[in-house]
């Protein structure tokens, strides 16, 4: 069965530091998203992409995060300047439109 | 700023037990309604999806929507000590999914 993937697993950084987190969603997926869950917190819309552009982006998604689908596959999430309070896992989802997202196993962002 | 909220829980039921799951969502025109099951340090993982009013039953869940009172459950029949994770409810906007912040439930043996 089609999977979204995610690497790395964890990911651990210096704050300032920039960082990227990489997705491969399910092949046949036009829509593309980022989600946030810091620790024992709800899970947190940051930006949807579709057709080689943002559709839509939460108050979160500020100049310090971008988005990039560099080729075919990877979907990627850029934060520039890492601070503290960016630890958390991050989702990365993808569907058809409209209809069912499905989350990939997410990436643990450690910022020390 | 539309809301998803949910009874944080925590639930506990015995095993064999009806657990019900509750959540309101704050946006009448919302369509879409999903209920997701994540274990700890895991990612959402999807039981079902309900866009209709009334009942939708999926082996021993069933969801139910009620549009008028703008809310959504979720019924797990039979329960297991597997099923002892966080329930999220989500709403589908047009570009994103707004989750609420999940029910623990804990299914005792």
């Known amino acids: 069965e089609p999977e979204v993937t995610q690497t790395p697993s964890h990911q651990v950084t210096q704050m300032g530091q920039e960082v990227i987190l990489r997705c491969v969603p399910i092949?046949?997926?036009?829509?593309f998203y980022w989600y946030r869950q810091i620790l024992g917190q709800k899970v947190e819309f940051l930006v949807s992409?579709?057709?080689?552009?943002?559709?839509?982006k939460s108050e979160i998604f500020d100049d310090q995060f971008s988005v990039e689908r560099p080729d075919g596959s990877n979907f990627t999430l850029k934060i520039r300047s890492t601070k503290l309070e960016d630890s958390a896992m991050y989702f990365c989802?993808?569907?058809?439109?409209?209809?069912?997202?499905?989350f990939g196993p997410g990436t643990r962002l450690t910022v020390l | 700023q539309k809301e998803v909220e949910q009874n944080s829980g925590p639930l506990s039921v015995p095993e064999g037990a009806i657990a019900s799951l509750n959540c309101t969502y704050s946006d009448r025109g919302s369509q879409s309604f999903f209920w997701y099951r994540q274990y700890s340090g895991k990612s959402p993982e999807l039981i079902m999806f309900?866009?209709?009013?009334g009942d939708k039953e999926d082996g021993r869940f069933t969801a139910q929507l009620n549009k008028a009172s703008q809310y959504v459950s979720l019924l797990i029949r039979d329960s297991q000590p597997s099923d002892s994770a966080t329930y999220l409810c989500a709403v589908r906007e047009v570009n994103d999914m707004r989750f609420g912040a999940g029910t623990r439930l804990t299914v005792k043996p």
């Open positions: 992409f579709y057709n080689n552009e943002i559709s839509e």
């Open positions: 092949s046949n997926h036009l829509y």
């Open positions: 309900i866009y209709s009013n």
């Open positions: 989802a993808s569907d058809l439109g409209g209809q069912t997202q499905y």
